[in-house]
């Protein structure tokens, strides 16, 4: 898998992976994949545990999927959100954007 993409198992069941960098190279893809996702399913499961870096262009791709799963009255529910992450998400006060699995902004 490429770095910053977001992964599906073949029939296109949650939950999905985003690993590596998100950044502005990569953001735009999994921006791409994450609408997508979310137009096709009621609940997204995001596992962040593999996330090695992120940028400002990386947050703003799952802030722009929070405000379409709200839209489209579907959950997305962050997991194994890197500390790094889950602080900025504390500190910005978007954390409240996305369900969280056990622990995930602890």
């Given amino acids: 898998m490429r770095s910053g993409s977001i992964s599906r198992p073949p029939d296109r069941q949650l939950p999905g992976t985003v690993a590596g ?4 190279a990569t953001a735009p893809e999994v921006r791409t994949a994450l609408h997508a996702a979310l137009a096709d399913h009621r609940k997204v499961v995001l596992d962040l545990g593999g996330l ?3 940028d400002c262009a990386g947050l703003s791709a799952l802030l722009a999927a929070a405000r379409a799963a709200k839209a489209n009255g579907t959950e997305l529910r962050l997991c194994s959100v890197p500390h790094t992450l889950a602080r900025l998400l504390r500190l910005t006060r978007a954390g409240s954007a996305f369900t969280s699995s056990s622990r995930t902004y602890a």
């Fill in 52 to 54: 090695r870096f992120f």
């Fill in 21 to 24: 960098e998100l950044d502005v």
